[in-house]
């Protein structure tokens, strides 16, 4: 199990490097106040889960141990907007319409809502921090 943790973790730091990199390169690249990096990041990161989970269900090309380090590592690391894509996907393909839009509706909706909590918070009950 300890392999497991490491090729997961050395995986995550590879996504998480990865993602750095690639939003300091994109940023670079486009001046604009809409966020094209993060955009571009999360919509390639679920291009390759979703590869990774096609050669996984139809192949098995990949040992175990390589997919969840590029799936749960890298993918997990670069972004978890794939694996929350890839998971939302599977609820649909097993017909749980009414599951998958509620995960989608409340994902979005609540971590939104999550986030600007937190700000609020912070804003509001810690005075000497400015946001």
Known sequence: MLKVFLLIGIGGFLGSTARFATQKFISAQFQSTFPYATFFINIFGCFLIGILAALMEKTKILPTEVHRFLSVG?????TTFSTFALESVNLMKNGKFLE????????????????????????NFFKEINY
């Open 74 to 78: 890298f993918c997990g690391g670069f």
């Open 100 to 123: 998958t839009s509620a995960y989608v509706t409340l994902s979005v909706f609540l971590g939104f809502l999550a986030t600007f909590l937190g700000i609020f918070l912070v804003k």
